[in-house]
């Protein structure tokens, strides 16, 4: 299926409202003009392993990062891809999140870790409200969100708007963690899945598909956009010889049914070249893509 796509540069208009659970106020980029369509909507979940390139060592990923080159590798990897909204799992610092999404022009919030994993969505669209682990009750007990899950509503251009939670959930083979985690998520998630609001959960959720902690989310009426259109095993984890899918796009509400397309983007240099021992791929993750047809 062929998809329309949007001119780059989004004009952003508007006020931004950040929401309680110290989030930081959020980065707007200055008003450039662009057409935008509400034809479809392409969002982007990424594991970027704190920018430090992978095998970290390397000395092309060790060179770029002392020269300051990360974010300009980042920037010129996802631009073409003009996705809509891009959510990154164990960011970086506050300086490089901010210079990439300066070079996307893109409006950009951070969500602070629990541990040393922040996570930062960048948008397109005006974040029009904000809140980290907004677990219902107010209260984070101090062993869950350790990586990093916060909440926040876009404003689309035909004044809708669309919640996207960003997630890295515990890792390990032991999921009792994750299990609290994911049911913290869903109570406070339920009001807008019962409304059937359009809502997006998007990051590295650290489980497979044929475990319980998937089938938590299918079971709350969330949509696994691989699972509903992509081809082959849709592998994320990691980006030399991918062995694991454990990074997501599920969506809910109506637009849940107008998935278009979802896969892990298995190029360079989102992947390792095994054979050039010079090269190195930006994250030890790949990618996971996901585009809706919004238009009927």
């Known amino acids: 299926m062929h998809l329309s796509?949007?001119?780059?540069?989004?004009?952003?208009?508007?006020?931004?409202?950040?929401?309680?659970?110290?989030?930081?106020?959020?980065?707007?980029p200055a008003a450039v003009a662009e057409e935008s369509s509400a034809d479809d909507l392409t969002v982007i979940a990424y594991?970027?392993?704190?920018c430090r390139g992978w095998p970290s060592q390397r000395r092309g990923a060790m060179d770029a990062k002392a020269a300051g080159e990360m974010p300009e590798r980042f920037a010129a990897a996802l631009s073409p891809l003009n996705a809509d909204v891009v959510v990154f799992s164990e960011s970086p610092s506050e300086s490089i999140t901010t210079?990439?999404?300066?070079?996307?022009?893109r409006h950009v919030i951070r969500f602070p870790s629990g541990?040393?994993?922040?996570?930062?969505?960048?948008?397109?669209?005006?974040?029009i409200d904000s809140a980290n682990a907004p677990v219902a009750g107010g209260t984070r007990p101090q062993d869950l969100f350790t990586r990093h899950w916060g909440r926040a509503t876009l404003?689309?251009?035909?004044?809708?708007?669309?919640?996207?939670?960003?997630?890295?959930l515990m890792p390990g083979a032991d999921p009792g963690v994750r299990i609290r985690e994911i049911n913290a998520m869903l109570e406070s998630m339920k009001p807008d899945l019962d409304a059937g609001r359009d809502l997006l959960l998007m990051g590295d959720l650290n489980h497979a598909p044929d475990t319980a902690e998937y089938q938590a989310w299918i079971d709350a009426g969330l949509v696994d956009t691989f699972e509903r259109v992509g081809q082959g095993d849709g592998l994320t984890f990691k980006s030399d010889t991918?062995?694991?899918?454990?990074?997501?796009?599920?969506a809910a509400g109506p637009i849940a049914d107008r998935i278009a397309e979802s896969k892990p983007l298995f190029t360079s240099p989102f992947r390792l070249e095994?054979?050039?021992?010079?090269?190195?791929?930006?994250?030890?993750?790949?990618?996971?893509?996901a585009t809706f047809q919004l238009s009927h």
């Open 155 to 168: 404003r689309r251009p035909d004044g809708s708007e669309l919640i996207v939670h960003s997630a890295h």
């Open 99 to 105: 210079a990439i999404a300066e070079k996307l022009n």
């Open 47 to 50: 594991n970027v392993y704190q």
């Open 115 to 127: 541990g040393n994993w922040p996570g930062t969505l960048l948008s397109r669209w005006e974040i």
């Open 5 to 28: 796509r949007r001119r780059w540069l989004h004009a952003a208009t508007g006020t931004l409202a950040v929401a309680a659970f110290s989030v930081p106020e959020a980065i707007v």
């Open 242 to 250: 991918p062995m694991r899918r454990i990074d997501y796009v599920f």
């Open 274 to 289: 095994n054979d050039n021992e010079a090269s190195f791929a930006l994250s030890d993750h790949l990618p996971q893509l």
